[in-house]
């Protein structure tokens, strides 16, 4: 599989519920990011967590990374219909300045 | 808006075409990224620069070429190109290389291509 690949690869659900994506990645990092693209659009930054942080909020969303397992999920809580989109994660593998992004996952908020 | 801005939004052209799409960025960074994003594929790095100097060319083929006159804009100049090579065409900035909390890349809208 690919380093960071999100999984599930779409997620549908109503307005107000929570949202959950998760990332696996396989080699050692230095940092993990998520990010979000709106259909057709750039990658929008969301959140960095470092390798000796577990967890981290940013407003609606709480990161976690475990890197004992080499994961990490994404949870977007009390969703809109403007949270629509495809959300990445993406690993450094170590290096200084490539990331690796996996495919994504889709997520659909109906109102 | 993220500061990084890309032309054209879209482009249609054919396979014997030469044509250049452009990348500037309004945030005094000091690397540019370019990456390319097709259908159900991750996104592929293509090349990096750093300080105008090129630090990654991802086996990209010669068909693409890039071009970094200074810190703000980034080319990537397009000839002979094949019908795979239809894709979302992303630049990125971020504040260096190697450089702690310079890890976050910050992208343009991308241009949409197609190759006919």
């Known amino acids: 599989s690919q380093q960071g690949e999100e999984d599930p690869q779409a997620l549908s659900i109503q307005e107000g519920e929570n949202a959950t994506m998760n990332c696996s990645y396989k080699t050692s990092i230095n940092n993990l990011q998520w990010y979000r693209q709106n259909s057709g659009r750039g990658l929008v930054h969301l959140i960095l967590?470092?390798?000796?942080?577990r967890e981290k909020h940013s407003g609606r969303l709480r990161v976690t990374l475990d890197t004992s397992k080499k994961s990490s999920s994404l949870l977007i809580t009390a969703s809109r219909a403007a949270d629509t989109a495809s959300y990445f994660c993406a690993t450094d593998e170590g290096s200084n300045y490539k990331l690796t992004f996996g495919k994504g996952t889709l997520l659909t908020v109906n109102p | 808006e993220t500061g990084v801005t890309q032309t054209p939004r879209h482009l249609v052209m054919g396979m014997t075409n030469k044509k250049s799409l452009k990348c500037e960025q309004h945030?005094?960074?000091?690397?540019m990224y370019w990456y390319k994003q097709s259908a159900k594929k991750p996104l592929e790095l293509m090349f990096v620069?750093?300080?105008?100097?090129?630090?990654e060319n991802n086996s990209v083929p010669s068909r693409f070429s890039p071009e970094c006159p200074n810190s703000s804009h980034l080319f990537l100049h397009l000839h002979t190109l094949q019908p795979e090579d239809s894709a979302l065409y992303l630049c990125?900035?971020?504040?260096?290389?190697?450089?702690?909390?310079?890890?976050?890349?910050?992208f343009g809208p991308g241009t949409r291509l197609l190759v006919l």
């Open positions: 945030l005094g960074h000091n690397a």
């Open positions: 967590i470092r390798s000796n942080e």
């Open positions: 620069y750093s300080l105008e100097e090129r630090v």
């Open positions: 990125a900035s971020s504040q260096g290389v190697g450089l702690a909390g310079s890890e976050t890349q910050y």
